[in-house]
């Protein structure tokens, strides 16, 4: 048994040692892409000038060389410290002489060993987009909407054809667009800051009541925030208690506050972001004159004829519209979902439901709905690839999407991003329901 033991021990200890020598390899060329894209010790930044992928630019009539696949620690000691090519001749003046240690010097050639091959999804001819969706009509919907987008640049944005792969491993795609969350994982991808994989216009799962936006720095919502969103409820409950006879709102004079009875409805009376958010609405009904009045809901009889802001799920949609008699209900259209057309057709008369985007047709179904907004989640992603270039990274991607201001998509509206605000788009629509033909009709827009 010894004996087997002695016999067995050298190769394990080979294998943890190669398995020491992977790890820090990969720690070498991730310091590497740091320095290559942040500079060191505060010199400039080698990607301002090679590339993202090292491809090399040119720019005012010089040419940086390219710098992927080059190994030799030699020839990039001299070009880096003192300015001497391959071919002994004197660099150009505008590349910087560094100051760089010799371990800080091994990770950046660590880095230029991989480079070009550290960011899937993308060659010369393709890039591949992901998208997480189940198999259901939603996801069919979406597809097509980023299909119908991506059929507007046919022949490819620089020469790169943009392919779609429906949930795909998180090593084949170079950005995610428009992925329904809830019940499904989004494409998860560990990189570092200058490598993150761009998220674009995630889309939530109907008929689930979510009141948390988790925001990312590499997420860019479409929509509004849960926060704007939850408001808005309020707003359009306010300018219905001040329409005249007619159904239309009055025009909006200095001091012409409403002065109405709200419920405030809801079921999960366990969640942290709710009670972030009806700490936000208690405030905006006292400046807007609404009384607001709050319940956990149960079956109880409520006030006939108040309206009522249902913040929950579609589970007890029904017995909420019960119990209230002639009052409207005032919820979101993403957590109730399809439901509602499963009301008897005078219960989902009286529902509002609010759509968190603008669509294409004032009368529509909620798959559809959903392929306008994946339509402009892929026409975004567009745009942004545009404006990157041609010499093409994850880095410019990201830059450029935080630059996007009032970038109009028909159909849907004006979209828009900046560094820390990551929620493209402030308005939407009120809906009502005609749960006999299996539709919704636009009220008004926000």
């Given at each position: 048994?010894?004996?087997?033991?002695?016999?067995?021990?050298?190769?394990?200890?080979?294998?943890?040692?190669?398995?020491?020598?992977?790890?820090?390899?990969?720690?070498?060329?991730?310091?590497?892409?740091?320095?290559?894209?942040?500079?060191?010790?505060?010199?400039?930044?080698?990607?301002?000038?090679?590339?993202?992928?090292?491809?090399?630019?040119?720019?005012?009539?010089?040419?940086?060389?390219?710098?992927?696949?080059?190994?030799?620690?030699?020839?990039?000691?001299?070009?880096?410290l003192e300015g001497v090519g391959s071919n002994g001749q004197t660099l150009h003046p505008l590349m910087p002489r560094y100051h760089i240690d010799a371990a800080s010097l091994n990770d950046l050639l660590a880095y230029l060993n991989v480079i070009g091959t550290d960011t899937p999804g993308l060659t010369?001819?393709?890039?591949?987009?992901?998208?997480?969706?189940?198999?259901?009509?939603?996801?069919?919907?979406?597809?097509?909407?980023?299909?119908?987008?991506?059929?507007?640049?046919?022949?490819?944005?620089?020469?790169?054809?943009?392919?779609?792969?429906?949930?795909?491993?998180?090593?084949?795609?170079?950005?995610?667009?428009?992925?329904?969350?809830?019940?499904?994982?989004?494409?998860?991808?560990?990189?570092?800051?200058?490598?993150?994989?761009?998220?674009?216009?995630?889309?939530?799962?109907?008929?689930?009541?979510?009141?948390?936006?988790?925001?990312?720095?590499?997420?860019?919502?479409?929509?509004?925030?849960?926060?704007?969103?939850?408001?808005?409820?309020?707003?359009?409950?306010?300018?219905?208690?001040?329409?005249?006879?007619?159904?239309?709102?009055?025009?909006?004079?200095?001091?012409?506050?409403?002065?109405?009875?709200?419920?405030?409805?809801?079921?999960?009376?366990?969640?942290?972001?709710?009670?972030a958010l009806l700490k936000e609405l208690r405030e905006q009904a006292r400046v807007n004159h609404q009384s607001l009045r709050e319940q956990i809901w149960s079956a109880k009889v409520r006030k006939p004829g108040e309206a009522v802001i249902y913040l929950g799920s579609a589970a007890n949609l029904r017995?909420?519209?019960?119990?209230?008699?002639?009052?409207l209900v005032y919820a979101s259209a993403i957590h109730i979902g399809h439901a509602s057309l499963q009301l008897p057709p005078a219960q989902a008369a009286r529902l509002r439901l609010l759509l968190p985007w603008h669509t294409s047709s004032p009368v529509f179904d909620l798959p559809t709905a959903y392929?306008?907004?994946?339509?402009?989640?892929?026409?975004?992603?567009?745009?942004?690839?545009?404006?990157?270039?041609?010499?093409?990274?994850?880095?410019?991607?990201?830059?450029?999407?935080?630059?996007?201001?009032?970038?109009?998509?028909?159909?849907?509206?004006?979209?828009?991003?900046?560094?820390?605000?990551?929620?493209?788009?402030?308005?939407?629509?009120?809906?009502?329901?005609?749960?006999?033909?299996?539709?919704?009709?636009?009220?008004?827009?926000?």
């Open positions: 048994m010894m004996a087997r033991f002695w016999t067995v021990l050298p190769v394990l200890l080979w294998l943890f040692s190669a398995g020491i020598a992977t790890a820090a390899d990969e720690q070498a060329w991730q310091r590497g892409q740091a320095m290559y894209h942040k500079g060191w010790n505060g010199q400039a930044a080698c990607v301002r000038c090679h590339g993202n992928q090292g491809q090399g630019r040119e720019e005012g009539g010089l040419r940086a060389p390219p710098l992927a696949g080059k190994p030799d620690q030699q020839h990039l000691q001299r070009a880096l010369d001819t393709r890039l591949r987009v992901g998208v997480s969706l189940p198999a259901n009509v939603y996801g069919a919907a979406i597809q097509a909407g980023l299909n119908r987008a991506f059929d507007q640049v046919a022949n490819g944005v620089y020469g790169r054809k943009l392919e779609l792969l429906v949930n795909p491993a998180s090593d084949q795609v170079f950005v995610e667009v428009a992925s329904l969350q809830a019940g499904l994982q989004a494409i998860s991808y560990s990189a570092t800051d200058a490598n993150k994989l761009a998220v674009i216009g995630s889309l939530p799962l109907p008929g689930v009541a979510n009141f948390s936006d988790m925001p990312a720095s590499n997420n860019f919502y479409l929509l509004p925030s849960i926060r704007e969103q939850a408001s808005a409820l309020l707003t359009q409950a306010a300018l219905d208690a001040r329409s005249d006879i007619s159904g239309s709102a009055p025009d909006n004079v200095p001091g012409n506050k409403a002065s109405q009875q709200l419920t405030l409805i809801y079921d999960l009376g366990n969640d942290p972001a709710l009670h017995e909420v519209l019960a119990s209230i008699g002639d009052g392929s306008d907004a994946a339509y402009a989640a892929g026409m975004v992603l567009i745009e942004a690839l545009k404006r990157s270039g041609r010499q093409l990274g994850r880095a410019e991607l990201l830059q450029q999407l935080d630059q996007l201001r009032d970038f109009t998509v028909a159909g849907f509206g004006k979209i828009g991003f900046h560094p820390g605000q990551h929620h493209g788009s402030h308005g939407g629509q009120l809906l009502a329901v005609d749960a006999e033909h299996g539709i919704f009709t636009v009220l008004r827009t926000w």
